[in-house]
């Protein structure tokens, strides 16, 4: 990577059309972006910029490893996934929240007997039980976790809500919030220091244009 | 039952042919420059007991096993703490300051699957003085750091902090350890947005803002207000200042949200980065033996080596 480019990783999907637009809003032309095709390198000449489309947890290990200067990820990746890496700004869109729901009507917290958790967000599961000094037996289910607690294999789940309908359509309610989440702009911790001037530059602008 | 007899465990690696001949380079330049400073090699043992580094790491991160006591043992993560041990016991009564060079590797258990290495080949110093020469050896040792970087002859930065100014504005603002412990970990992140959120005084949030070049003191003098904090500035500049003499200014920079995650620095910190490399490759600060000031930095050789392979 050449000393004037600023590499960003930006999230596939729903946060990278977020992200093309606010591009678009600073006053880039971010046709590249928006047109790539299956490339999963974009490039924005007149920025000096390069976009890499990347899995979430993909967008950390670039970062961390300073092959990309800066991410755009959700907090719960951060949260799930940890690592090295600066967190400079909240772009306070891709909202959501992580909650621990479960069947309709019931008390959670009753009873002595250790329960069970299933989610796709383990690290999350157990650091919030930790928290409450609760131990916990945590199933890792990888989609559909709503599934879990309908089947008998789980008291509760921990999950992504953004409306509740699904939870609400199988018969499922938030218990309690965990976590506001939205994306996230992360910085690699030398890039922060050695483009100082660029990156401040990003930040700012990104700020105006939100 | 499964074999592993065919592959190296996670995070480490062998070393072939040229690997070596680039990794042994760098280790004899920086040894043979440390040696003509007249510091003295030394060599710890690989394993120590637990008990020497349970302050500064978490358990997790370690590579552990117990000796035939049952006495819990951790492949040296670091070492610096096993020369405060040295200089503690066996090198007591030797005349300070006391300097002492190694060339030896760490080890640190890393997540899996994260491309950090398990096993790091470094090469530092440590300087152990006696209470008069303090502000002296900090000038010499930061003089050393450099002259270490242009062996190594990449375009370098480095980087001034000092963890008292963080520590300082817990202890006057009576943060309890719970929320301290959060403000940590957003400062160490510089989590702006988060730190924005908390009920805390403003310096504490504008902290990990304060870094770049020299308008950094500038902001700071309005921002930290004790007497304690001021004096820690002046420091913190006449270190700066020391430093241009044998740097160009534009290769410095400072950052007041500096930490010290190495739970023994109690005063200036410094980090050196190279252009296009991911990670700090130097990391060295003042900490305390007994009642005595110390200095050292480290080398992340293998990082070097590698840097140097891939170009």
């Known amino acids: 990577m050449q000393n004037d480019t600023i590499r960003i990783a930006v999230t596939k999907g729903r946060l990278e059309k977020k992200a093309a637009e606010l591009f678009a809003h600073m006053g880039w032309d971010s046709a590249a972006m928006t047109e790539r095709g299956r490339q999963l390198i974009a490039r924005i000449p007149e920025q000096n910029t390069e976009i890499v489309i990347a899995k979430p947890p993909d967008v950390l290990t670039y970062v961390e490893h300073g092959v990309c200067d800066a991410g755009i990820v959700g907090k719960d990746t951060i949260m799930e996934y940890g690592g090295v890496y600066f967190e400079v700004l909240d772009f306070g869109f891709g909202k959501c929240r992580f909650a621990l729901a479960g069947r309709q009507g019931e008390d959670f917290y009753k009873g002595h007997g250790v329960k069970t958790i299933a989610s796709k967000y383990t690290k999350v599961t157990r650091d919030f039980f930790e928290k409450k000094g609760m131990d916990v037996d945590i199933v890792k289910i990888e989609g559909s976790v709503e599934l879990a607690p309908l089947l008998g294999l789980a008291d509760g789940i921990v999950d992504l809500v953004e409306t509740g309908a699904t939870l609400r359509e199988n018969g499922l309610a938030v218990y309690e919030e965990i976590a506001d989440i939205s994306a996230r702009l992360i910085v690699n911790t030398v890039s922060m220091k050695l483009k100082k001037q660029k990156l401040d530059r990003l930040i700012k602008s990104i700020e105006e244009n939100l | ?311």
Do not use: W
């Open chain 2, 1 to 311: 039952m499964k074999k592993y007899n065919f592959v190296t465990p996670e995070g480490t690696r062998d070393l072939l042919f040229d690997e070596c001949t680039a990794r042994r380079k760098i280790e004899n330049s920086l040894m043979e420059l440390f040696k003509s400073e007249g510091y003295s090699e030394v060599i710890t043992p690989f394993i120590e007991f637990y008990d020497v580094f349970e302050n500064y790491y978490p358990l997790e991160s370690m590579y552990k096993l117990t000796d035939s006591k049952g006495r819990l043992m951790v492949l040296r993560p670091d070492s610096t703490p096993p020369i405060i041990r040295l200089a503690e016991t066996r090198l007591k009564d030797e005349l300070r300051p006391l300097k002492l060079c190694y060339n030896q590797t760490i080890y640190r258990s890393n997540p899996k699957e994260t491309g950090r290495d398990d096993e790091i080949a470094q090469c530092g110093i440590e300087i152990v003085g006696n209470t008069k020469g303090g502000k002296h050896h900090n000038k010499n040792v930061l003089k050393l750091a450099v002259e270490a970087f242009e062996k190594i002859g990449e375009n370098y930065r480095f980087e001034l902090g000092d963890c008292r100014i963080f520590n300082n504005l817990i202890r006057i603002n009576n943060i309890d350890k719970k929320v301290e412990k959060d403000i940590r970990e957003l400062t160490e992140s510089k989590n702006y947005s988060e730190l924005n959120k908390m009920e805390i005084p403003k310096a504490l949030k504008e902290l990990p803002k304060l870094f770049g070049g020299l308008e950094v003191f500038v902001k700071a003098e309005e921002l930290l207000e004790s007497d304690y904090l001021k004096e820690l500035l002046i420091v913190l500049k006449n270190t700066y200042d020391s430093l241009k003499e044998f740097v160009k200014e534009d290769n410095i920079t400072v950052d007041l949200g500096l930490i010290g995650k190495q739970g023994y620095y109690k005063g200036i910190i410094y980090n050196g980065y190279i252009e296009g490399f991911g990670k700090p490759v130097l990391e060295g600060g003042r900490y305390m033996v007994s009642d005595t000031l110390a200095t050292g930095f480290a080398v992340n050789v293998s990082a070097v080596a590698e840097f140097r392979e891939k170009k």
